[in-house]
């Protein structure tokens, strides 16, 4: 049943949806003046309406009238994660009623939720920025989409979801096994859908479990992926999988920041929707230094105003490469690192990410692999090989692991056939289970 209410967030987006198809045409000074006016208007709203910012300025004697945006935003303090986790209220604006009150909440990896009001204007604009992204990526709505994410339905044992109006398909990633996924190969070569949507691995897993049966798996024009970094061996593993262009997108519940791929497989940052920055490990601008965590504001969420908001995700920027051949002015960020929490920590008390891919990305008859920490002087290798695989991959393997985490660590290889997921149904490269929290 279509409800007054969807009507009015209908044409909310619709509006918002024609804003992005303009904005994205903007220069670099179109682009800057109008991030000025948003962090201000921002600025001055979280000064008055919420308690953490207002008693922050306080202390650090800000003054926000006196802020011009860009160029002052220096002047206020990084925010950790940390700190929106335990003092969540203060975060609420006092007038939040106004704006709507959406509750949104993220498991993240650690395990530990966090709370976040979205209100009705940002959700508005999130759906629109996300549908120019899918876009830029072929989607437009008349196609038919399928979409495989960590999605809660009305009835937790449905494992798939049609939406009639958009058509769209959705899967819970969650429960993706061999069975589950046999259904959904079934699915969408009835289906046929346009435009694959979600987690790589997971898409991923569907082409592997459908050649194991000796089923065909349609293929879509495009593939969109989101929820995990893509690695440049799992773009490539998909591209082959499913002879199509691979996207790579990036959105966080907290609504900070969206860098989204266009036809020329840059990978741009939507300045339209938030103000982002890049920061060395000491919280200085990194900007021009090549790579370092990304620092987001968002601009129209004045129900739970988030500045200066540590993503803990590192990226690495491109100077050179600043004006795209698609024709956007949009920021470029030249690869997406990852999650800074999916860590081996190891006995000699270093913590080492994505780096340890590159250490069996290229192992002989390796398919897929992920990294498992269990104890601090153990780790094990999930492995998903093909017959080309044998025990010099092995030695190759450990050499590369040796080198990057030292010979303290014991590490086994587990013959595999599925991956591991985490709580949020994503599955890392790398997972930590030791049970320390370090965000
Ligand atoms: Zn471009």
Known sequence: MIT???????????????????????????????????????????????????????????????????????????????????????????????????????????????????????????????????????????????????????????????????????????????????????????????????????????????????????????IVTAGETLSEQRRKLLEDAYNCRVFDFFSLHEDVAIITECSYQTKHICEDFAYNEIVDDHGQDASTRGIGEIVGTGFYNYAMPLIRYRLGDTVEIDNEIFFCKCGRHLKVVKKIIGRQNDYIETPDGRFLGNVLEHAIDNSKGVALSQCVQDAVDHIYLNLIIDDTFNDDSKVEMEKGLRDRLGNEIKIDFKIATELEKNKSGKTPFVMYKIGHEYL
């Open 4 to 222: 007054k209410s969807i009507v009015n967030f209908s044409i909310r987006v619709l509006k918002r949806y024609f804003f992005y198809s303009t904005s994205q045409k903007w220069n670099r000074k179109t682009i800057e003046e109008y991030q000025n006016r948003m962090l201000i208007k921002v600025v001055k709203h979280a000064a008055q309406n919420v308690p953490y910012y207002r008693n922050l300025f306080r202390e650090i004697k800000f003054n926000p009238n006196e802020f011009r945006g860009r160029v002052d935003m220096h002047k206020i303090p990084l925010l950790d994660k940390e700190i929106l986790r335990t003092r969540q209220n203060e975060f609420i604006a006092e007038n939040a009623d106004k704006y709507g009150i959406n509750w949104d909440s993220t498991s993240g990896s650690t395990g530990t939720p966090l709370h976040l009001i979205i209100d009705n204007s940002t959700k508005a604009h999130k759906l629109a920025a996300v549908l120019r992204s899918y876009q830029w990526a072929g989607y437009l709505p008349w196609k038919k989409t399928f979409s495989i994410q960590s999605y809660t339905f009305d009835n937790p044992e449905d494992i798939s979801k049609h939406y009639r109006f958009v058509n769209l398909w959705r899967f819970n990633a969650r429960l993706l096994s061999k069975d589950t996924a046999i259904e959904v190969v079934e699915m969408i070569n009835n289906i046929k859908p346009t435009i694959f949507i979600g987690y790589p691995f997971s898409i991923l897993m569907l082409s592997r479990f459908a050649k194991e049966q000796g089923l065909s798996i349609h293929p879509p024009e495009s």
